[in-house]
């Protein structure tokens, strides 16, 4: 099994800022692709960052220059800093990670979400 749990999120002003983390934890796993998703009520989940465990990083167009994905790979912990936030951010984040566990078992796990609100 592995877990995600996620922290961070809150409400801020247009323009500030809020810094994401997601921690996976289990046993014998190794992950593919950490990365960050958005949500809203009456709305598909959209990919905002992924990082792979090359390094390599996918942003979605609409937070491009705004939000930086990182990682902790020895904590198996996936940050997203978040800067110039908008009003149309505001959504609740989701974090996800997916590999396999035992070298044998795939998974794809979500985090329980967290509400972040850009205010007007």
């Known amino acids: 099994q592995v877990q995600l749990e996620e922290s961070g999120g809150g409400s801020v002003q247009a323009g500030g800022s809020l810094r994401l983390s997601c921690a996976a934890s289990g046993s014998d796993f190794s992950i593919y692709t950490m990365g960050w998703y958005r949500q809203n009520p009456g709305q598909q989940r959209d990919m905002v960052a992924t990082?792979?465990?090359?390094?390599?990083?996918k942003y979605a167009d609409s937070v491009k220059g705004r939000f930086t994905i990182s990682s902790d790979n020895a904590k198996n912990t996936v940050f997203l800093q978040m800067n110039s936030l908008k009003p149309e951010d505001t959504a609740v984040y989701y974090c996800?990670?997916?590999?396999?566990?035992?070298?044998?078992?795939?998974?794809?796990?979500w985090g329980q979400g967290t509400q972040v609100t850009g205010s007007r």
């Open positions: 990082i792979f465990a090359d390094g390599t990083i």
């Open positions: 996800n990670a997916n590999g396999h566990i035992s070298g044998i078992s795939y998974y794809n796990e």
